[in-house]
């Protein structure tokens, strides 16, 4: 009768509508950030407004659902999924044992908030089950979820007239509120991709590079420059890897197995999730190659399922939809024994490139971060991953062709 935190995500607290009458003491009122949103939620699932709920910033959890049971999620878009299919906000879903809740990045707001039919099982601190980090007291032992966490249920179940309990989140009442912007002594603005994945590189080179550049006497006009920069950021686009196919490898591997000689990840977390603070978990079995005329796939068969890459070998990406994340792919032959694969989170600015190189019977895999060069601000490149042919029929004429 609970959950179990697969993967807690970026910040995510136990919170109700908070703890009333200890500030005398120094004891914050905590609670959820949206009272409202929080409220809606509890109501859907036939809880009492007030009702502890989860409180998800930015990077939702991954839940494991042990017990069925009834749940709403309200607030901002962190784009849910329910065993990898997208599931919509504001409404009441039956979820089973074994399935698995999902989040992905934001795409409005920043955070949402998860309600349980029943509540969930977590003593009272002082008439609240709200969580005060800093004090640490509440929710889960005072502090933000962590992987492994085990949260019971109070009383599960599943409200009456189920296929009702749903609202459109543009008729949810939004209070309109008016604010003063005053300027600060800031003169500039540097906008940093959140998925930057060696931040603390980037602010050094700002510090070392940018900052001693700036005057305060504006930069004399040089048309010549502006104009060469308005053109490059009109041509700024994100290019697909062109290059020439090669007839005789892609029949020689069409059907080929090729099984790890060490621990591989998964597909998903191969990629690290484009940015994600995620693990999905499972680990590489068998790489299987599917090369038939245009159509180039790749599939990952793990421990826990099979996921299929599609790859756009003609200078174009193919979408795949791999644990409830759009990945696009292009592939492109190097050289006769290296195939390139560029793999895109279509909602993250990251992202990775596969290189595979055949010899005989065994396949290299090379990884290395798109952001943004080899051995620059993405670090040093991971150790390269080693694969051998299965035997059988099919997987000796691939071992020939590569020994030719």
Request: proline residues 6%; neutral net charge.
């Amino acid at each position: 009768m609970s959950i179990t935190v697969l993967n807690p995500g970026l910040l995510t607290t136990v919170q109700d509508m908070g703890r009333i009458g200890y500030q005398q003491f120094g004891v914050s009122v905590s609670g959820v950030m949206d009272p409202r949103a929080a409220a809606t939620a509890n109501i859907l699932v036939g809880n009492p407004e007030d009702e502890a709920v989860l409180e998800c910033t930015m990077m939702g959890p991954h839940l494991q659902f042990d017990r069925a049971n009834t749940i709403a999620i309200t607030g901002g878009d962190l784009m849910p999924t329910l065993d990898g299919q997208p599931i919509p906000a504001y409404r009441a879903i039956s979820v089973q044992a074994g399935q698995v809740l999902r989040f992905q990045a934001p795409k409005t707001g920043c955070r949402c908030f998860i309600a349980f039919t029943g509540g969930l099982d977590i003593p009272e601190v002082m008439g609240s089950r709200s969580t005060y980090l800093k004090a640490k007291i509440g929710g889960v032992e005072g502090r933000k979820l962590q992987k492994g966490d085990v949260i019971p249920f109070r009383a599960p179940g599943v409200p009456k007239n189920l296929n009702i309990r749903f609202i459109s989140p543009e008729f949810v009442p939004r209070q309109v509120y008016t604010l003063r912007v005053v300027l600060g002594p800031q003169d500039a603005v540097v906008v940093i991709q959140s998925a930057s994945m060696r931040l603390q590189a980037v602010l050094t080179a700002l510090w070392d590079k940018l900052l001693p550049a700036f005057s305060d006497s504006p930069l004399p006009e040089d048309p010549h420059a502006q104009h060469r920069l308005q053109k490059r950021l009109e041509r700024l686009e994100l290019n697909p890897k062109l290059g020439k196919r090669n007839p005789g490898a892609e029949a020689s591997l069409h059907g080929a197995v090729y099984l790890p000689e060490g621990s591989i990840p998964g597909l998903y977390d191969l990629v690290a999730g484009g940015g994600h603070f995620s693990d999905v978990g499972g680990k590489l079995q068998r790489l299987e190659f599917h090369f038939q005329g245009d159509d180039a796939r790749l599939l990952f068969h793990q421990d826990n399922g099979t996921r299929e890459l599609r790859l756009g070998m003609t200078g174009h990406f193919e979408d795949s939809l791999i644990d409830g994340t759009v990945f696009g792919a292009n592939g492109a032959w190097r050289a006769h024994d290296r195939l390139e694969v560029e793999i895109r989170n279509t909602r993250m600015s990251t992202g990775l490139v596969l290189t595979l190189e055949f010899t005989g019977s065994k396949l290299t895999l090379h990884s290395d971060l798109t952001i943004p060069e080899r051995g620059g601000l993405a670090g040093a490149a991971p150790a390269p991953m080693t694969l051998a042919l299965e035997s059988g029929e099919i997987n000796t004429k691939t071992k020939m062709y590569w020994e030719n």
